[in-house]
């Protein structure tokens, strides 16, 4: 009887608008996701006008030909400076506003003053700050007698390799890293918003049956247990799906960005079409699994109420415990195999967010994976077993909402 | 055999709602089951279904448990909105066959069947939602039906039919019953069940009060029904112990007989107040067998 009820779960709700419309807003977004770097970078060059005109007074008489090389040194990059005898400072002033200039630099080390006539531009602001640093810096190594090649010295930065020991050595860009990071992150948002979304539907599906009498129609004919498996299958299945449509589309979109269309990839992408197999595996194991065991516990918040209304109330218990269980996994990002992602991977309730975000991004060991999947196995039969009982009491009480005591007196029963 | 409902209690909390209740449903009849509202029509309806557990008792089919006998021997119309609401009229009925393992090609063919009997062609792609309360009740008529179960069990059937429709699903009863099937109906209104049924178990406050076939229950009762009409002296019947006044319509009256009252002496008492026009000794309604038993307490 599974398949027929799994089936009518699935086509009645796959047809609905909201599902249609959340499923073209997720394509939208990882779409939106590979093109947007693109998208911006064109506006921003055919409107933003980055280049910096600067008039400077420099009072010291040695700081302008240190600016000048710091600007030259950095390939000017749309970067003109002119240089104005002190005491026609308001003549530039003036220029600055007639000729829509950058702004007039004033200069007295260590005093430096940046006139503009944007002061809000904090982009532009940075810049020139960086710019007025760096001759700085140009300026003092002249003063202190050091060579170019002792300057270039003085500035090496160190090259960090950081290397992955143990089982799965290799070397890990920061570049790959982030990407990595970005990319998981997602991934974890979607197990998340998937299990409060369709664990909801569950619970909502369940009051819905309940308050129109269907339930008695069903229960009389399907085992309570076939009937929560079904919605629980049906519902499940209709995430995947979604799923399966946000991936291919994510795919889809790194593909057309590696072929180049629409200009070169940026190095600040979210490289979409580089999701690995194995994380794509384990993102279904810990969904169905995490799904599988949040669902049957809203299918269970679902039969204690006897209006759809009073769901939002029965299940904002379990909303919390998901909640709690995406900080989690969030915070064991920065460690993944720290105290709190060690414990809170291998817990039912927050292992399929932490476990996975773990899997994710570090290199939990096999012991405590394979310790992970196995409780969150045996807290979906338990859960199972649990909601089923509670299922079969709750579907056919109407009125009065049990109590705890109630459902476990009745579970005894 | 059929049916056999021993002895069955449910408690719920400190109320409860049937005590003890025991009857049976002989194959191939048509059953009333009556009772005024909360009398526990349908806890027992329920617990017959297995819906709910008895705390005692047992119900039988043949002589085996009732629910040995399988999901699709049976066929059930809760009281109201037994369907989804967001489901086309269509599918849900080819759902409904196909939960009682009706394969999925003749569920369909029988549902385009039932929906041209019962004129809903043109709502059939329409979702449950939007039809009207009658049009939901015979889809409902139909989803307990539609795979041809033995035995049928429908709480309130009639409950938002027009009179069309009501005569439309009577005859579809009275063919499903000729076809062999057992059923078992409740309904408030009586003159339906007079009409359908042969048996009736009448049910107040959790216990039964009369069971067994109508006819015979109604002639157990005795003529003690009396209609007089007469132009004279309307107060003669104040003056004869015993004789109960049921109601006084325009153009009669009508009276019940207590026991050891002659209708004789009424008619005497009649003839003196003036002429009389008509004096009818009958059997009781079924409406008035109903009121009487379970009238005061009701």
Same mark, same amino acid.
Request: proline content about 5%.
């Given at each position: 009887m599974v398949p027929v009820i799994v089936k009518r779960d699935f086509t009645s709700r796959v047809r609905s608008t909201p599902y249609i419309v959340t499923t073209i807003i997720g394509v939208l977004v990882f779409v939106g996701l590979g093109f947007a770097p693109a998208v911006m970078q064109y506006f921003s060059a055919a409107f933003g006008d980055d280049s910096l005109k600067l008039l400077v007074v420099d009072y010291s008489g040695e700081f302008a030909p240190a600016l000048l090389e710091a600007a030259a040194e950095n390939g000017g990059q749309g970067v003109q400076l002119e240089t104005i005898p002190p005491g026609q400072e308001s003549a530039a002033y003036q220029r600055v506003l007639d000729e829509g200039l950058s702004g007039l630099l004033l200069v007295e080390p260590p005093e430096f003053a940046f006139l503009t006539p944007d002061a809000a531009d904090m982009a532009r602001n940075s810049r020139v700050q960086r710019l007025v640093n760096q001759g700085l810096v140009r300026l003092n190594a002249r003063q202190l007698g050091l060579s170019q090649d002792e300057l270039a010295r003085l500035f090496a930065s160190a090259d960090l390799k950081v290397r992955q020991i143990g089982a799965d050595s290799s070397e890990v860009s920061e570049e790959d890293f982030t990407a990595? +990071?970005? =990319? +998981?992150? =997602?991934?974890?948002?979607?197990?998340?918003?998937?299990l409060l979304l369709y664990g909801n539907m569950v619970a909502s599906g369940v009051a819905e049956e309940k308050s129109s009498r269907i339930m008695e129609v069903m229960i009389a004919k399907v085992k309570p247990t076939e009937l929560m498996a079904g919605k629980i299958l049906g519902i499940g299945a209709l995430a995947l799906l979604q799923f399966a449509i946000w991936v291919g589309a994510a795919l889809g979109t790194g593909a057309v960005r590696r072929a180049g269309w629409f200009g070169p990839a940026l190095d600040w992408e979210i490289p979409l079409g580089r999701i690995e197999p194995a994380l794509l595996a384990w993102f279904v194991v810990f969904f169905v699994l995490g799904f599988f065991f949040y669902a049957s516990i809203f299918a269970a918040g679902g039969a204690v109420v006897s209006r759809v209304e009073e769901v939002n109330q029965v299940v904002t218990v379990v909303t919390m415990v998901i909640v709690v269980g995406f900080l989690a996994a969030f915070m064991s990002f920065t460690n993944p195999n720290g105290r709190l992602a060690v414990i809170t991977s291998l817990l039912p309730f927050t292992s399929p967010m932490v476990m996975f975000a773990r899997l994710a991004l570090g290199n939990p060991p096999a012991v405590q994976t394979a310790l992970s999947v196995l409780l969150l196995l045996a807290a979906n039969i338990a859960g199972a077993w649990f909601s089923g009982r509670v299922y079969r009491i709750g579907v056919l009480l109407y009125g009065k909402r049990p109590t705890m005591r109630e459902i476990v007196r009745y579970m005894r029963g | 055999m059929g049916l056999s409902v021993q002895n069955i209690t449910k408690r719920f909390r400190d109320v409860t709602a049937v005590k003890d209740l025991s009857f049976e449903v002989d194959r191939g009849r048509i059953l009333g089951f009556l009772g005024p509202n909360g009398a526990g029509k349908t806890t027992t309806m329920r617990m017959i279904l297995g819906i709910i557990k008895p705390d005692a008792g047992e119900v039988t089919w043949e002589g085996m448990p009732f629910l040995h006998w399988g999901r699709s021997f049976f066929g059930y119309l809760p009281e109201e909105r037994g369907l989804y609401p967001k489901m086309r009229l269509d599918e849900h009925l080819v759902f409904l066959a196909r939960i009682n393992g009706v394969p999925a090609r003749d569920a369909r063919q029988r549902a385009a069947q039932w929906i041209d009997r019962f004129g809903l062609g043109?709502?059939?792609?329409?979702? #449950?939602?939007?039809?009207?309360?009658?049009? $939901? $009740?015979?889809? $409902?008529?139909?989803?307990?039906? #539609?795979?041809?179960?033995?035995?049928? #069990?429908? *709480?309130?059937?009639?409950?938002?039919? *027009?009179?069309?429709?009501?005569?439309?699903?009577k005859d579809v009863l009275l063919e499903q019953n000729k076809a062999g099937r057992t059923i078992i109906f409740s309904s408030h209104r009586m003159d339906q069940v007079e009409e359908l049924c042969e048996d009736i178990v009448l049910i107040h406050k959790g216990q039964l009060v009369l069971a067994g076939n109508l006819r015979r229950i109604k002639s157990a009762m005795g003529r003690q029904i009396l209609r007089v009409a007469l132009e004279g002296d309307r107060d003669f019947w104040r003056r004869i112990p015993g004789l109960i006044l049921l109601g006084e319509r325009p153009d009669y009256f009508e009276f019940r007989l207590s026991a050891g009252v002659s209708p004789n002496v009424v008619l005497e008492a009649a003839m003196e107040a003036g002429q009389v026009i008509r004096f009818e000794l009958a059997e009781p309604s079924l409406d008035q067998i109903f009121i009487e038993r379970v009238g005061a307490g009701a």
């Open positions: 990595s +990071a970005v =990319l +998981a992150y =997602l991934m974890l948002f979607m197990i998340y918003m998937s | 043109q709502y059939s792609h329409k979702r #449950i939602e939007e039809l009207s309360k009658g049009n $939901q $009740q015979k889809v $409902q008529v139909i989803g307990a039906l #539609i795979h041809e179960p033995e035995l049928l #069990i429908l *709480d309130e059937p009639f409950s938002g039919l *027009d009179p069309v429709n009501t005569a439309m699903l």
